[in-house]
Structures are given as structure tokens and as C-alpha cells.
């Protein structure tokens, strides 16, 4: 049988709504395709749901991150392999490292738990609203309201002075973005952790009522420099994804006017159109990635021990075999399975509050400004397509 | 219909109680699964099938 050899991930974007169309091509083809990578590893691209969903949920593929060959680019030019992950990067490590982290956050991150912090994301929610009225008629919803929210969440829940926002919040940009250089995403990245370590030792002499505290008073074995990695991966996680949810959420609803009048109909959908936003809408839309451990057959194919698999989110939750009329938006559909926190025991940890954060933004925000409308043609929206977290860098509303 | 839940494989992301919060808890401590109901009426089928099948560690079992 005669291979495609796909070089590079597909990135192009015909608007701002549909993953690149490319990659729905090479789905139909086969739902798992040979990839070149940028540093000549030979690899694969998964494009189907079944398939995403499988490896994700296999131990035998890795997510350590000294493992992995880079699919993107930086800066132009190729990422090499990657150094393993540092303490409390738990993101980047397999069991038993990954299960000892994350079995320390996960009684923090219960469904109960975030249940029990909406009044308080209503009350922040609402206070950024307010200070948009105080303003006037128009803002860029990115600056004003969807990074705001999520970042005055996740410093509150970690006990990072919001104040102190600036020393992180341009550097977390500068990591994510992939324009930087591999140099100047590593050097933001240390500014951000330098930051955290900081706070941390902070906490040690004087803790407080968060979740660092907590962190240093849960295991007398942690070190600053495991606190601090995950403090990092916390606050980098926790307020990005969010907000590029928010801003890019907002987008496509204003852009579905009768998606739009259904959810005001029927605030009861809440729920529903935020599942339905995250499946149509994969911010993640080039991150997730695994390395074989052994040998595994899978989907028809030998995937060999060392070779990196690429898994396309956007494209598995744009699967027909999935979802029915899966490049519809329809806030009534059941988005059930999506992959966009991705699957196996490295699904989201942050996704009940990320959801939390959702319900109680759009419905505020549609409910505050209801004839919040966009202040530019829709094709004027700068999108994140250079971005490892896809969004829109802003967007102009307007509201009376 | 029996429910299962092995705590061990789980990784606590909350789906389980997402999906039905009469079948399913989560632990105060670790977040791990508890499964509240583990003979549920049959108005909590589907739901408790739907659990098992979102379930990121493959933790709980649905015996028919
Ligand atoms: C809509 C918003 C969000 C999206 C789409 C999202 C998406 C994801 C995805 C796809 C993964 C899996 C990566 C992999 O398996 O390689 C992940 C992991 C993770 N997320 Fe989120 N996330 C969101 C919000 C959050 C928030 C608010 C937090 C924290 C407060 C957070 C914290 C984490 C952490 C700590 C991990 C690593 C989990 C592990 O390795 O066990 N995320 N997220």
C-alpha cells in the first residue's frame, strides 16, 4: 500500500470558524496519516475522533515531553526534542510522577468545589461588565472582559496578588505565541516560574487561604520547585484557555444570530452551548501530543516505539463519524465526547472550572448587553491562528 | 443494572458527576469517584452508560 506523507501540520484557516480545511481532507483519507515533522522525524497525524480518543486513553503512548518530536514551528524554524519536564510540570510526565502531582489537585478541582465558587466568578463576572458600562458604549471584549475573568479567578484560587498580573500575563504571551523564537518563549517561560517561585516562598513564612498554601501544607515532601511548576502550569492553563473561549465563544455566537436567539429564548441551554462551543470551537488546536512506548498496532497501522503522534482535536470533534452534521454550530445538539479537554488520565484538570467560568460569563454577558454586536465586519477579527491556544487577539463590541 | 467505580484507576476529572450527581461523587480528599447509587433506577440508565463511556481512565463499569 502507497503512503501520503503529509509535511507539516495543516494551518491554514479559510475563516475564522473551521478548523484548516485540510485537515478534514486528510480525515476522510484515513483517519491516520504519515506526518514529516519539522526536524525530519517521521511520524504520525491522527485526525479521527475513534482514534484520538484511544491513544489519549493508552498508557503505551507517552505524554513525556523529552520523548515527543514538534510538530510546530517557532519562530520559522524547526523545535528540536524538548528537555523532560520539570518538577511539578506534571502535564509533561507519565505515572507514577504525573499520577503523584495530579492526586494532590484533584480533590481541589471537584465538581462540588467549583459549584461552590460561581457566586463568586457571578460577582467577578459582573464587576468586569460594570467597569465596561463605566467606559462607555464599546471595548475590545478580549481586554476587557474575557482575560480578565479568568485571570481574577485563577490568582484569586492561587493566591497571586492580581496586581502583580502584569509580570505574567505578557509573558505567558510571549510563551504561547508562536512567532517567538525558541529563545524568547524559554525566556518568558523562566520570567513567569521565577515569579511563582517567588510567591511561593512567600507563602512558606506567611501562608494564606489558597491554593499554594494548601499545596505546601498538603505534603511536607514538596519542594519550592515542585510547588512552583505547578503553580505554573496552573496559572498558564487556567487563564489563556479560558479566555480565548470566552472571546473567540462570543464571536461565534454573535456570528449565529439564530443560535444566539434560541440560547436568549432559553437560558436553560446554558450548559449545552457551552459544551457545543468547546466541541465546535477546539482551542486547542495543535498541542496534544503522545510518544509509543513499544510497538502498538493501532487503527490498522504499526505505530513503532519512539514515533510521535500529532493529535488533531479540532479535527476529532469536527468527525462525522462522531458528531451528525458535525460543521454546524447547533446549541441544541449533544456535543458529548468532544475532545477538546482531551482524554485518558490527562484530561483536563481545570474543565469544571473552565465551564464554571463559561456559564456564568456568556449568560451575564448576553444577558447585561442584549444587543451587544461586533464594531467590525467579522473578517476584520484578528485571529490567533499563530497562537498554540487558538482565539481572537481582539474583539470590538459595541452595545447602548 | 450494577454500577462499579475503581477508585485506583481514577483521575478525578468529574465527568461521572457531570453526567448523573445521583449515581456518581466525588471524594473530599482526592476527588476520586464514589459511586453513590450503585443500583439505580432505571430513569438513570442511560446516564450511568453515558458515564462509563466519557470516563478518561476507563473507571467505571456498567453491568446490564
Ligand atoms: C476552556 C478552557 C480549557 C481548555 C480547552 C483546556 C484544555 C486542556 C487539554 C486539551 C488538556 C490535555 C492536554 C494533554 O492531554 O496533553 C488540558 C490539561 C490540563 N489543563 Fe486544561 N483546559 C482549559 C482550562 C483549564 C483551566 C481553567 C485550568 C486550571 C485551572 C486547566 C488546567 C489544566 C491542567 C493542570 C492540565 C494538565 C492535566 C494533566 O496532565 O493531568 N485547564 N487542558
Known sequence: ?????????PMTRDNPFDPPAELGVLREETPMNRLRFPDGHLGWLVTGHELVRQVMGDRRFSSRSELHHIAIRRGNTPIGRRPPATPGMFIGMDAPDHTKYRKLLTGQFTVRRMNLLSARVEEIVLGQIAEMRERGTSADLVTAFALPVPSLVICELLGVP???R???????????RLESSVDEAMAAFERVKD????LVRRKRSEPGDDMLSGLIAADEHLDDEEVTGMGVLLLIAGHETTANMLGLGTLTLLSNPDQLAALRADPSLIDNTVEELLRYQTIVQFGATRTALEDVEIGGHQVKAGETLSLSLPAANRDPHKFDRPDEFDVERSASGHMSFGHGVHQCLGQQLARIEMRIGFAALF??????????????V???????IYGVHALPVGWS | ??????????CGSGMCVLTDPDV?????DDGTVVVLDAEPAASHHAAAREAAALCPAGAITVHE
Open chain 2, 24 to 28: 456518581f461523587d466525588q471524594s473530599e
Open chain 1, 382 to 388: 484578528p485571529l490567533r491562528t499563530d497562537m498554540a
Open chain 1, 1 to 9: 500500500m502507497t503512503e501520503t506523507i503529509s509535511t507539516g501540520l
Open chain 1, 367 to 380: 444577558r447585561e448587553f442584549p444587543d451587544l454586536r461586533l464594531s467590525v465586519p467579522v473578517d476584520e
Open chain 1, 162 to 164: 492580581y496586581e502583580e
Open chain 2, 1 to 10: 443494572m450494577k454500577v462499579e467505580a475503581d477508585a485506583t484507576k481514577c
Open chain 1, 166 to 176: 502584569h509580570s505574567f500575563q505578557e509573558d505567558t504571551a510571549t510563551a504561547l
Open chain 1, 195 to 198: 515569579f511563582i517561585r517567588d
